[in-house]
């Protein structure tokens, strides 16, 4: 879910100028998944560009007061969520922790780096949500430390019926500043992309697990 078009717009337009958001209608990527698809999303290239960076930070804030209201902690989901998360943490002056996709293999065998106390109210940072999977995960870990997590900001969302049925499920609330139709609607308006290439855009994103079986048969 999205709040403002208007920020989604100038934060989609961001991710194309820098290329943290690379669209391939007619070249796909292959994600880690096998899935084949049309678009490749590292956010963590925003950390580069201070004009960027800056932008996302501010947008998070409020983002942060309008929806949620102050918590008590800030949460980065590793790696990606990390570096904004500490900044966001940092503007509002609140303590910061990151939780790990899984267990440290040696040592304390910590999931969550730093300090939370039971009874915390704590607002998650990613930045990309696709199925939701690794974004829940983390929220769990923090619950199971008997923290209220308030809910999450991630940069981005692909906005997938799985993710926000997942979402839904666990009862965690999850924003982003911009998501895959208002990336779309960008390209366009910034003929980053053709009338061509919205149609099989707009094609994978009703069915991405089939969507590479799709151009095989062309």
Known sequence: MI??????????EFLLQIKAIKLQPNNPFTWASGWKSPIYCDNRKTLSYPKVRTNIRQQFVEMINSEFGKPDVIAGVATGGIAHGALVAQELGLPFVYIRSEAKAHGLGNVIEGVVESGQSIVVVEDLISTGGSSLKAVEALRKEKCSVKGLISIFSYGFQIADEAFKKAKCKAVSLCDYDIL???????????????????????????????????
Do not use: C, F, H, M
């Open 3 to 12: 709040k403002n078009e208007e920020t989604a717009l100038k934060i989609a």
């Open 184 to 218: 779309v609607k960008q390209a366009l308006k910034s003929k980053y992309i053709t009338d061509n290439d919205l149609l099989s855009l707009q094609s994978w994103r009703e069915n991405p697990a089939g969507w590479g079986l799709e151009i095989k048969s062309r």
